[in-house]
């Protein structure tokens, strides 16, 4: 598992956040590990995994309390 530090852009969806592993975290987005980023504000999480069949990408919504 992956964490990215700093914060991305939400909007973005799996090319955009696979493209960001390539360049900046210089690892494989297909390789089967789990690469989650979060927003600026903290309440906001995106998950991406390759199970070997397709590409996933999971979104979470944190809350306080």
């Known amino acids: 598992m992956w ?11 799996f090319p955009s956040l696979a493209l960001r592993v390539q360049e900046v975290l210089k ?6 590990n789990l690469f989650c980023f979060r927003r600026k504000s903290g309440n906001l999480l995106k998950c ?7 590409a996933c990408l ?3 919504r944190l809350e306080r309390g």
């Open 48 to 54: 991406i995994w390759h199970d070997g069949q397709g």
């Open 58 to 60: 999971f979104t979470k």
């Open 3 to 13: 964490l990215a530090t700093g914060y991305t852009d939400m909007r973005c969806g």
């Open 27 to 32: 690892h494989n987005p297909l390789s089967g």
